[in-house]
Nanobody, 123 residues
Framework: QVQLVESGGGSVQTGGSLRLSCAAS????????VGWFRQAPGKEREFVSA????????YYSDSVKGRFTISRDNSQNTVYLQMGSLKPEDTAVYYC????????????????WGQGTQVTVSS
């Protein structure tokens, strides 16, 4: 069984920073990919970033590349999303998700989801 718990959302002004955390509880990390997605009101769920646990392979969407950094802490079983230079268009509910297999950016390919955390960026 996989459990994911996000934390770290909040409200910031344009240009600010936030760090999201995704604490993972699971039996094996072999083949694990952890991704971050976001969904704004009235919009489809959008891929943000993902990391392959064992190889540190990372992938970012073009919209966040250079502003967001994904990382993981093996000792804490936690994946982080450091978000910088935030813009109002980054406002959304951010979800942590996990899958076992290739690193992909399609949300339908992720089997396990956290509850989501709200990020609001004001101008």
């Amino acid at each position: 069984q996989v459990q994911l718990v996000e934390s770290g959302g909040g409200s910031v002004q344009t240009g600010g920073s936030l760090r999201l955390s995704c604490a993972a509880s699971l039996r094996t990390f072999s083949g694990l990919v952890v991704g971050w997605f976001r969904q704004a009101p009235g919009k489809e769920r959008e891929f943000v970033s993902a990391i392959r646990w064992n190889t540190f392979t990372k992938y970012y969407s073009d919209s966040v590349k250079g502003r967001f950094t994904i990382s993981r802490d093996n000792s804490q079983n936690t994946v982080y999303l450091q978000m910088g230079s935030l813009k109002p268009e980054d406002t959304a509910v951010y979800y942590c998700a996990a899958r076992f297999g290739p690193l992909v950016d399609n949300f339908a390919s992720y089997d396990h989801w956290g509850q989501g955390t709200q990020v609001t960026v004001s101008s």
